[in-house]
């Protein structure tokens, strides 16, 4: 028995809308999100990974803001 059946016999499997894979109900596999009935996301890790890739290619400006805030608020902290 490998790690993926283990873990989906204590966790339960849960499967991602998005890519259609069953996956251990388990931090380890989908991201953390307590306004979920589970506490976990819906779509696995994987997916959410891939949906923030696209989303940075859609409108990369948004993250370049994020990162401009942050590096702003460090240099403003000296
Ligand atoms: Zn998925």
Known sequence: MNDFD??????GVK????CGEPKPRNSEHFGKDAA???GLR??????RNRQQK????????K?????KACR???AARG
Not at 6 to 11: G, K, P, S, T, V
Not at 15 to 18: A, D, E, G, K, L
């Open 6 to 11: 283990l873990d989906a016999l204590i966790f």
């Open 72 to 74: 702003e608020r460090r």
């Open 54 to 61: 696209a989303r940075y290619r859609r409108d990369p400006s």
């Open 63 to 67: 993250f370049y803001a994020k990162t």
């Open 15 to 18: 499967v991602c809308p998005n």
């Open 36 to 38: 979920c009935d589970d």
């Open 42 to 47: 819906n779509v696995c890790r994987e997916c």
